[in-house]
Structure formats: C-alpha cells, structure tokens
C-alpha cells in the first residue's frame, strides 16, 4: 500500500523557516518524481514545485511565489522527501500536500500557519 | 502560465443523475512527447484529493467506472453517469505537461 505521510508543519512567524517532511512506503521511491502542492484555508489547489527522480537529474522546478526561499530535496536511502520554508510569508499559510508524480498518490497534509 | 477554467463552479445534482464539468485551457495541453497530461481529481470534505482519470480518460485503479473522462487540446470534461452520495466533493482540472503545473478553481458538486 502506498503511503505518504507529511509531518514538520505549525505555526510560525512572517520571516521565520520551518521544514517539511514527507515519509514515503508502498514504492520504489528513488524512481519517483515527487511533487509539493499547498491549499489555503478554503481555497484551491495551488502547485509549489516538483523534484525529479536522481536517475533523471534530480532537477527541481519552482512556482513563481516560492522561488528563492523553497528548497526541495530527497534522501532515497530513507525515501523521504522534504520541503525547506525561509522567509515565510502570512499567505503561505496552507495545508502542504506531497504527491507522487501526476499527482497519482498524496498524503493527508501538514498544516503551516504563518502568522504574528 | 497556463490557465485552467472549470465551469460551472457549484452543481447542485440529483442523486441518480448525471453530472458534467467542462475544463478548458488557455493554450494546447499535447506535450511535445504526443501524450496531454490532463488529470482530473476528488476532494471529498476534509480528506486530501485523489487522481480520478489521468492522461484525459485513463480511470485510476479502484475509481468506479460511472466517472469518464474526455477531450482533446484545450477542452476536456469530466462525467459522472449517476451521482452518488460519495461523490459530493470539490473536482479539479490538473494539467502536468507544462511548468508551472496548474489547477482549476475548483467544482463543488453537492446534492439537491
């Protein structure tokens, strides 16, 4: 059965950091392409960026409103996938859902509050 | 970027009738490899969303077969022959083949 579970989110200050994680079973991680994917409170789906297997390059691609303060990365030994946050703004506050690739499998979601 | 437009935004069904959401992107969706990386999810009320149909009309493993998917370059729909209680949720329009990825606003579905 595949599983991800995120963990690592609460709440934080505008310009503080905090680090997601995403603990990842039930398939062969190292050749997936993972993705991160946010919600607002009441709103939609909104795409943060997608890594690439280390087989593929291991390029990350970012959205717009992340770019230069999220990092993406993967440690294949322990098929965790992670999502580094620095200069936390109060609208990135969401749910932050990892997902495989085409959007196939997503966890249940860590919350992150960013607020004063 | 390219942008995703669901229509209606709220339908209110019958349980037992058809329902019917209409995608439409702001530019082709056929990737350069032939293939259109168009999906379509589920998001029931508090739970994560789940892959419904991919690559347009592909049905994910375990989704029942009254959920169909169709179209082709810029506009796609998505068809549930028979509504059920289980399918209240918000549907969403995904296209992969292009950076950045993009979602439609959303499609509340709600029973009458």
């Known amino acids: 059965e595949v599983q991800l579970v995120e963990s690592g989110g609460g709440l934080v200050k505008p310009g503080g950091s905090l680090r997601l994680s995403c603990a990842a079973s039930?398939?062969?991680?190292?050749?997936?392409?993972m993705n991160w994917v946010r919600q607002a409170p009441g709103k939609g789906l909104e795409w943060v960026g997608r890594?690439?297997?280390?087989?593929?390059?291991?390029?990350?691609d970012y959205a717009a409103p992340v770019q230069g303060r999220f990092t993406i990365s993967r440690d294949d030994s322990k098929t965790m996938l992670y999502l580094q946050m620095n200069r936390l703004k109060t609208e990135d506050t969401a749910v932050y859902f990892c997902?495989?690739?085409?959007?196939?499998?997503w966890g249940q979601g860590a919350l992150v509050t960013v607020s004063s | 970027d390219i942008v995703m437009t669901q229509t209606p935004l709220s339908s209110p069904v019958t349980l037992g009738q058809p329902a019917s959401i209409s995608c439409r992107s702001s530019?082709?969706?056929?990737?350069?490899?032939?293939?259109?990386?168009l999906s379509w999810l589920q998001q029931r009320p508090g739970q994560p969303p789940r892959l419904l149909i991919y690559?347009?009309?592909n049905r994910f493993s375990g989704v029942p077969d009254r959920f169909s998917g169709s179209g082709a370059g810029t506009d796609f729909t998505l068809k549930i022959t028979r509504v059920e209680a289980e399918d209240v949720g918000v549907y969403y329009c995904?296209?992969?083949?292009?950076?950045?990825?993009?979602f439609g606003q959303g499609t509340k579905l709600e029973i009458k």
């Open positions: 039930g398939f062969t991680f190292r050749h997936a392409w």
């Open positions: 997902a495989t690739s085409s959007s196939t499998y």
């Open positions: 690559k347009i009309s």
């Open positions: 995904t296209q992969a083949g292009q950076f950045p990825y993009t």
């Open positions: 530019q082709s969706l056929v990737h350069s490899d032939g293939n259109t990386y």
């Open positions: 890594i690439k297997s280390n087989t593929d390059g291991g390029t990350v």
